[in-house]
């Protein structure tokens, strides 16, 4: 007989959900009682939990299964019929998103600082997903953040660790825990979009290399299933695809500065065709041809332009939406196709609406987020797919694709350059700086560049109506040329700033430069606007995207 405990605690004050769930080092989650707190002001703000079916999983970081055993025992106690738990504790962040959909699940946990590095040292992170199977809309999670500021106990059940290797059904007290194959559902859902036959021949044919780095993180047993079991693509086509609770050692972020192993093979002798990378829970992607980096704006765009050519997407885009810094390339497509192209804040949530009123079909994030409205998260491994659909049809390299693209598009240039760990007051005093300076700057000349207009983004959901205020201070330009800056939502030390720049060129003569170069003068602006290196004490930025 398992007997439920009613545990007394004391809130903690920082279990404020930010851009993307709850994300602290692992240190603060193992503090006595911060995650069960966490747990329960969750469980506390849904409403009818008693007899429902909920999802669990992680990216397999350190404190993953831990934390697992331990919202089961909380979920027993707390009255949920059933549980879906992920084999070993696994679930990428879109498989987890497939499978809330595919069971009508209440909902799903998911245990993942996503691209911030793991180990006992590292982050860990909860987020809660709701019935559409996307992240919780902000009054879901402002309710959760209330709940755990009065917080003074929470529910476990006294049970023995639950066996999370072995598929099947088990039961603790009343409910019932379904362990699953992490990757079998979100497979089906792939070859469901996609023309794995065609897929299948290119990756077969003896012309075409891939190599997709998972970097030792969740993605790593779906590119095995999918790409050499299921498509056939040589053994060791996927690289570091055993996940590591530290993601050993290095950084699961897939871009040109975490994923350098894997750009150094696609810029090296004899490089294979196409490249790819995934990130901790395996929602975000990088796409790589032969010695040619595709940036995620002109990616999304390009998906956009050539959904017609895939299976899922061949009846016609309904809409896209991209968040506010990524770069305006879609909206070109959008425009030509004469669809409709939202914008909308940083944080995959701001897309859920959109994509359950079938107003956007694709969505995409500057930071390496690519996704359609077959789930409500970004997806990876999607987007590494739908590049291989488009491949196998076109039978044209990733650089041809995109070059062909600009041609007829024109190039947006785009970077972020990103100042991480700086002090919290400098960081919140600049951006005060330049929310004040915005109201000045409309109809301003600064060299070639005129002000068009100046705000702190500002985003009312078309479905909902709900607002969502100071969102990043954007500075467009009349030739379509803009700064933004924000602040992260998703760092743990101190404060991390964005700058995002933008440079439209249409001259197909001019798409040759070097991205930095061709941003020089936007990113001299941006210092002399934002003084951003003196407020923040430092000469350069940490990462260049
Ligand atoms: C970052 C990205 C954002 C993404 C989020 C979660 O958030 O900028 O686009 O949705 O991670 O992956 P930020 O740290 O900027 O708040
Ligand atoms: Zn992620």
Redesign the pocket.
């Known amino acids: 007989m398992n007997i439920s405990q009613q545990i007394s605690t004391t809130p903690f004050l920082d279990q404020k959900p930010g851009t993307s769930g709850l994300r602290k080092a692992v240190t603060v989650f193992q503090q006595p009682h911060y995650l069960e707190n966490f747990i329960q002001s969750i469980f506390d703000s849904l409403e009818d939990l008693q007899g429902q079916t909920l999802v669990l999983g992680g990216d397999g970081r350190y404190y993953n299964r831990q934390a697992i055993q331990i919202i089961l025992k909380m979920a027993a106690a707390n009255g949920v019929g059933r549980i879906k738990v992920g084999q070993g504790g696994i679930l990428s ?1 879109p498989a987890t998103s497939c499978i809330i959909r595919k069971y009508q699940a209440l909902g799903g946990i998911i245990l ?1 600082a ?2 911030n590095p793991g180990g006992p040292d590292g982050d860990f992170g909860v987020k809660y997903n709701i019935s559409n199977g996307g992240p919780a809309p902000e009054k879901v999670t402002e309710a959760m953040y209330a709940r755990s500021k009065v917080i003074d106990r929470y529910q476990i059940l006294e049970a023995p660790d639950v066996d999370l290797e072995t598929l099947g059904e088990s039961r603790m007290g009343d409910m019932v825990i379904e362990v699953i194959d992490s990757v079998e559902d979100y497979e089906k859902l792939m070859e469901s979009l996609f023309d794995f036959d065609r897929i299948r021949q290119l990756l077969t044919s003896g012309n075409f290399r891939m190599c997709m780095d998972t970097l030792h993180a969740v993605a790593g047993p779906y590119a095995h299933a999918i790409f050499e079991q299921r498509l056939g693509a040589p053994a060791g086509t996927v690289r570091s695809g055993i996940p590591l609770e530290d993601f050993g050692g290095g950084h699961p972020d897939p871009n040109l500065v975490y994923a350098h192993e894997l750009v150094d093979i696609l810029y090296g002798e004899n490089a294979p065709d196409f490249g790819a990378a995934s ?3 395996g ?2 992607n990088m796409i790589l041809g032969r010695k040619f980096f595709v940036t995620p704006s002109d990616s999304l765009a390009v998906l956009a332009a050539n959904a017609k050519l895939v299976p899922g997407y061949s009846s016609g885009l309904a809409g896209v939406a991209r968040s506010m810094p990524t770069s305006q390339a879609v909206d070109r497509v959008a425009a030509q196709i004469g669809i409709e192209c939202y914008e909308t804040p940083t944080g995959w949530k701001f897309f859920g609406n959109l994509l359950d009123a079938n107003k956007a079909t694709l969505c995409g994030e500057e930071s390496f987020g690519t996704g359609s409205n077959h789930v409500r998260e970004k997806d990876g491994l999607w987007a590494v797919l739908f590049w291989l659909n488009i491949i196998a049809v076109r039978q044209q390299s990733v650089e041809q694709i995109v070059r062909e693209h600009w041609k007829t598009y024109g190039r947006n240039y785009y970077s972020r350059h990103d100042y991480e760990g700086v002090d919290t007051d400098q960081a919140n005093t600049l951006m005060e700086n330049l929310r004040s300076l915005v109201p000045t700057l409309k109809g301003k000349q600064f060299g070639k560049y005129q002000v068009e207009y100046s705000d702190d983004f500002s985003y009312t959901d078309p479905i909902d109506g709900s607002v969502s205020n100071k969102q990043g201070i954007r500075i467009g330009f009349t030739d379509g040329s803009r700064i933004v800056v924000r602040l992260s939502g998703t760092g743990t030390q101190g404060a991390t700033l964005r700058i995002y720049l933008e440079n439209y060129e249409s001259d197909p003569a001019k798409h040759d430069l070097d991205t930095q170069q061709a941003l020089a003068s936007l990113i001299t602006l941006a210092e002399q606007i934002g003084q951003i290196r003196n407020s923040v004490g430092r000469e350069q930025p940490t990462v260049i995207t």
Do not use: A, E, I, K
Request: hydrophobic content about 0%.
């Open positions: 962040t993942s996503s691209h990130d901790g829970d929602d975000r």
